[in-house]
């Protein structure tokens, strides 16, 4: 079973960073990438960032290019996310994600494609 705990959200004005982490626990072989998604109040849940397990490779949402970072830690097991620049309409509840779908499947943008979820992380950013 893996269990993915997130932390590290907290209240921010604009223009300024948070990192947000993901301690998961559970085997890896079969971990394809991890992934970081956010939900706003009224809104579907959506993708920001997501980093492949193996080599690091990663891919970003438009809104986030340029201001996010996503990472991984192999030997912690932990993936992360600084964010800097924020704007208020990054505030959201962030998930981590995990996809165990196998080794070298492309990576993906729907949440249908992970397996397991975090509880989740609030980061807000004030004006």
């Known amino acids: 079973q893996v269990q993915l705990v997130e932390s590290g959200g907290g209240l921010v004005q604009a223009g300024g960073s948070l990192r947000l982490s993901c301690a998961a626990s559970?085997?890896?072989?079969?971990?394809?990438?991890m992934g970081w998604f956010r939900q706003a109040p009224g809104k579907e849940r959506e993708f920001v960032a997501v980093?492949?397990?193996?080599?690091?490779?990663?891919y970003y949402a438009n809104s986030v290019k340029d201001r996010f970072t996503i990472s991984r830690d192999n030997a912690q097991n932990t993936v992360y996310m600084q964010m800097n620049s924020l704007k208020p309409e990054d505030t959201a509840v962030y998930y981590c994600?995990?996809?165990?779908?196998?080794?070298?499947?492309?990576?993906?943008?729907?949440?249908?494609?992970?397996?397991?979820w975090g509880q989740g992380t609030q980061v807000t950013v004030s004006s």
């Open positions: 994600a995990a996809d165990y779908r196998g080794r070298e499947v492309a990576l993906s943008t729907l949440p249908n494609r992970y397996d397991y």
């Open positions: 980093v492949r397990w193996s080599d690091g490779n990663t």
């Open positions: 559970g085997g890896t072989y079969s971990r394809n990438a």
